[in-house]
C-alpha cells in the first residue's frame, strides 16, 4: 500500500442510497458535499438526528417503500407510485389495501416461493 492512500469518496446520491433515505430530503450540506466511506461509516454507526427522522418518517426512496408494503419496485409503477412516499402514506396504503397492491404482494410472494424451490433444486443436486 502506498502512502499516497486516497480517501475513497462518493457523490451525495451514492451515499444517500447506501443510508436508504431520499436525497432532496437530506440537508443541503449532505446533498452539496461528498462523502467519505468514513464520513458514511459514522453516519451509519452513529446516525444524527436529521437521517434517524428521515429513515423513520420518510419520504422514502423507492425501494424502501417497495421493502416495506413488500413488492417490487416495477409493482410500485404498476400501482401508480412513482413519488417517495412518508410513513404515514406507506401505513394508509397497508390499510387501505388497494387491489393493485394486493396483486403485487402475491405477485411477489410467488417470485420469493420460485427462488426458494430453483435453491433448493440447485442444492439437491450439488448433494
Do not use: C
Amino acid at each position: 500500500m502506498s502512502s499516497q492512500q486516497s480517501t475513497q469518496t462518493m457523490k451525495p446520491a451514492t451515499a444517500a442510497k447506501k443510508l436508504g433515505v431520499y436525497l432532496p430530503a437530506t440537508p443541503a450540506e449532505f446533498q452539496e458535499g461528498v462523502v467519505s466511506r468514513a464520513e458514511l461509516n459514522e453516519l451509519q454507526a452513529n446516525p444524527p438526528e436529521w437521517l434517524r427522522e428521515l429513515r423513520q418518517n420518510g419520504p422514502h426512496p423507492r425501494p424502501v417503500v417497495a421493502a416495506r408494503l413488500g413488492v417490487s419496485i416495477s409493482g410500485l409503477a404498476r400501482g401508480g407510485v412513482t413519488e417517495p412516499l412518508t410513513t404515514e402514506q406507506i401505513e394508509a396504503l397497508r390499510q387501505e389495501r388497494p387491489e393493485w397492491l394486493e396483486k403485487e404482494q402475491a405477485t411477489q410472494a410467488e417470485v420469493r416461493r420460485e427462488a426458494v424451490r430453483i435453491k433448493n433444486l440447485k442444492n439437491e443436486k450439488d448433494a
